[in-house]
């Protein structure tokens, strides 16, 4: 059975954040599971960046959601997303965000991503992403696209052993 370790914890106090980054992420383990229960001031997409490697030729994803009854699926390719999707960020609504960064710490290939957004009974997302970097991840940066973080939203950092 695999151990979770809390890496880092971080609950905004104040509402004017738009952004966060995790660094000095040890490579000690094996996955990485981020988790973020939010609310902000805009409904909006979280955007994340590793390493600060905001290329566009980085970043693809393929992904499913609902929005209240209304299914979508889509997918991008090279040169489109400067950052991989995060979850996201509603006004009024709590959402609960989770991404999880398989092999994160590897040096000899490309990093695979899953993420799973819910949003009460209004929206659910799932989305496979890769980060087209064989560095190890060192740093984690999220970020909303309009708006601010509420205060009380939350940010954890889990390590996976193998």
Same mark, same amino acid.
């Given at each position: ?48 960046? !590793? &390493?600060?490697?905001?290329? $566009?030729?980085?970043? +693809? ?7 209240? =009854?209304? /299914?979508? #699926? ?24 989770? !991404? &999880?960064?398989?092999?994160? $710490?590897?040096?000899? +290939? ?7 957004? =819910?949003? /009460?009974? #209004? ?40």
């Amino acid at each position: 059975m695999a151990n979770y370790d809390l890496l880092h914890s971080t609950t905004l106090t104040v509402g004017s954040t738009t952004s966060l980054t995790i660094g000095s992420i040890a490579g000690t383990y094996r996955d990485l599971i981020l988790v973020m229960y939010l609310q902000g001031t805009n409904s909006n997409r979280i955007n994340g960046i !590793v &390493n600060g490697d905001s290329a $566009s030729d980085k970043y +693809r994803m393929v992904s499913v959601q609902n929005d209240g =009854g209304t /299914g979508l #699926s889509d997918s991008t390719g090279a040169g489109t997303n400067a950052y991989f999707h995060a979850g996201v960020c509603t006004n009024n609504t709590w959402s609960v965000n989770t !991404v &999880n960064f398989m092999d994160y $710490s590897s040096t000899v +290939r490309q990093k695979t991503f899953l993420s799973h957004e =819910g949003v /009460g009974t #209004s929206r659910t997302g799932l989305r496979a992403m890769t980060w087209r970097d064989d560095d190890a991840i060192t740093s984690i940066t999220v970020s909303t696209s309009t708006g601010n973080f509420d205060a009380g939203c939350t940010f954890k950092l889990f390590g996976i052993e193998a």
